[in-house]
């Protein structure tokens, strides 16, 4: 069974920095791009960070050059490095992995529990 497991949330003050973590358990799912989300109480969910099998990056205007997406292909792993933060970035944070389910070979979308980050001023 596949899943997606994210750790790193936190408290932390404004200019603070925090290290997300998710990793794909299983093997039988082959990664292709994967994502950090955010969703703050009352918003709608929104694109953070994305990465793709090649190493290709995309960030939001509102974190581009704060945060830092990288990836560990073997681990199935993506990882979100969250620095200068402004109380702003306060959400609840997932993570989304897109690929195949080999032994089925199907297209799957997977996404994390989430972790929350709140960060003070």
């Known amino acids: 069974q596949v899943q997606l497991v994210e750790s790193g949330g936190g408290l932390v003050q404004a200019g603070g920095s925090l290290r997300l973590s998710c990793a794909a358990s299983?093997?039988?799912?082959?990664?292709?791009?994967m994502g950090w989300y955010r969703q703050a109480p009352g918003k709608q969910r929104e694109l953070v960070a994305a990465?793709?099998?090649?190493?290709?990056?995309s960030y939001a205007a509102s974190v581009k050059g704060r945060f830092t997406i990288s990836r560990d292909n073997a681990k199935n792993a993506v990882y979100l490095q969250m620095n200068s933060l402004k109380p702003e970035d306060t959400a609840v944070y997932y993570c989304?992995?897109?690929?195949?389910?080999?032994?089925?070979?199907?297209?799957?979308?997977?996404w994390g529990q989430g972790t929350l980050v709140t960060v003070s001023s």
């Open positions: 990465i793709t099998s090649g190493g290709t990056t």
């Open positions: 299983g093997s039988a799912f082959k990664v292709n791009s």
């Open positions: 989304n992995a897109k690929g195949i389910a080999t032994t089925a070979s199907r297209n799957l979308e997977l």
